[in-house]
């Protein structure tokens, strides 16, 4: 764990990338550790209150699975846990996904393979979109995995992680297209489909989260 001092002070270029503004998004910029650019997602806003465990919990679990992808191309470096409730990770010197003008059949082919790496070490990714994916010098890197899930190997066929993979898969055919235009075939849609049970737990999550945001206003 690194202290609250090696952070720094923000580089003057583009310092803050992205303010935390929803419950429990943490205030995002560009800072240097050790002498090294570097992404920070913080939540020190939360210190001292009734949501900070969550925000520590939030950290803790992400710096878990960039722990378990260490040297993966795919994935930034962890560069250490800043007081508990900051994570400090690889600057990544590319373009997001969904800002390319155009990207070819070989970056998603490479995401493809990745997803397919990361579901095979019991980890779905769980928030893929253009804005979780950077590409750079051709090779895309996945970023946030704060909603990734960690599921044991003697779990890794049960119907919710299946379901966790597909939904990955599902989300990866959907930007593609979106990107590329290429159409997802007529069978792989359907076999990528959710069940209803898994329609009404997304429905049950996403009211108790209004309700929860609301309360918390």
Do not use: C
Request: aromatic share 6%.
């Amino acid at each position: 764990m690194l202290p609250d001092h090696a952070v720094g002070r923000p580089v003057a270029e583009n310092q803050l990338l992205k303010r935390g503004e929803r419950l429990l998004e943490p205030d995002v910029y560009r800072a240097r550790i050790n002498g090294r650019l570097a992404v920070i997602k913080d939540y020190r806003r939360y210190r001292g209150t009734v949501l900070a465990p969550f925000a520590r919990l939030l950290v803790r679990r992400e710096a878990r699975v960039l722990r378990q992808l260490a040297g993966w191309k795919h994935a930034p470096a962890l560069l250490g846990v800043i007081g508990g409730l900051a994570l400090g990770m690889e600057y990544v010197n590319g373009q997001t996904l969904s800002s390319l003008q155009a990207a070819d059949a070989q970056v998603f082919d490479q995401l493809h393979k990745a997803l397919e790496r990361l579901h095979q070490q019991g980890i779905t990714h769980n928030d893929l979109h253009g804005t979780n994916v950077m590409v750079a010098a051709g090779v895309p890197v996945l970023i946030d995995f704060t909603s990734a899930w960690r599921t044991p190997r003697w779990r890794h066929n049960n119907p919710l992680a299946r379901q966790l993979r597909r939904s990955d898969l599902k989300n990866l055919l959907k930007l593609r297209k979106r990107v590329t235009g290429t159409e997802v075939p007529s069978e792989l849609a359907a076999s990528l489909a959710e069940p209803g049970w898994v329609r009404l737990i997304r429905q049950g999550w996403k009211q108790a989260y209004r309700r929860f945001k609301a309360h918390n206003a």
